[in-house]
């Protein structure tokens, strides 16, 4: 049996990290992806593990904490152009409901994840067709998005 030089610190703390690359390295090729914030891996073949936007790959779990920080630093058009597809994403993936009214909305202690959303069909002005209330959002320019626990 072959007697390994002893190694110090430097040295131990140098392999760890090149092995860890070379996990990292490995999970990337079996189509494994990290979130931004924790770092967990998700296959891509799941595409409602991660929500993209901002450069970012966020799980659902570190979305909330990620997205109050990033929606004040974003553009109004950029922010929402991402909250459209953001609630697309919750909805296809994470069994989010859309209200119309805040007073339909369920207790906080029942809600997950919360965001209001600009109103896509109205452009969150409230109106369609110049005078019209917006049928979409009942003239309040925003929905409301609500997973549940």
């Known amino acids: 049996m072959a007697v390994e030089p002893e190694s110090g610190p430097r040295e131990v703390l140098a392999r760890l990290e090149r092995d860890m690359a070379n996990v990292k390295d490995a999970l990337g090729l079996l189509g494994a992806k990290p979130c931004t914030i924790c770092g967990k891996f ?9 929500f993209k936007a901002c450069g970012d790959s966020v799980c659902y779990a570190c979305f909330s904490s990620w997205w109050s920080d990033a929606c004040p630093k974003l553009p109004v058009h950029d922010r929402e152009a991402i909250e459209h597809k953001l609630m697309r994403w919750l ?19 029942l809600q997950d994840l919360h965001i ?3 109103c896509q069909e109205c452009k ?19 929905v409301w998005v609500v997973t549940l626990k």
């Open 42 to 50: 998700y296959l891509r073949s799941n595409p409602g593990d991660l």
């Open 91 to 109: 909805i296809d993936h994470h069994h989010a409901t859309v209200f119309r009214e805040f007073s339909e909305l369920p207790p906080r202690e």
């Open 116 to 118: 209001v959303v600009g």
């Open 124 to 142: 969150g002005s409230g109106k369609q067709y110049g005078t019209e209330r917006c049928r979409c959002c009942h003239g309040n320019g925003t």
